[in-house]
């Protein structure tokens, strides 16, 4: 019984684990005011996503990110499905 109970306290404490992490992606075809704005938007409604920064100078967002809740994977398919397909230049961390 001590196993059972030990074994269900280590299974909730599994999100403890979990890791905040930051991506850098390339996304070279924004060329207006307007599309970092596009990018924050679709990248804010996702589950998991906690900061975003979009640059358009720079052709970059920086997204943080729970690990536990979605993937780089989800997040430059989210920026491609809106028209702005990206890379990752700096991986998680």
């Not at 019984?1 to 299974?11: E, G, N, R």
């Amino acid at each position: 019984m001590k196993s059972f109970a030990f074994s269900v306290l280590l299974l909730s404490a599994v999100p403890v684990f979990a890791a905040t992490q930051q991506v850098t992606l390339s996304v070279p075809d924004m060329n207006c005011a307007a599309c970092p704005i596009t990018i924050k938007k679709v990248l804010s409604k996702m589950d998991g996503v906690s900061q975003i920064e979009v640059s358009a100078k720079t052709h970059q967002a920086v997204v943080t990110y729970d690990d536990t809740k979605t993937t780089v994977q989800a997040i430059t398919s989210a920026t491609a499905d809106v028209g702005f397909p990206s890379t990752v230049i700096a991986p998680a961390r």
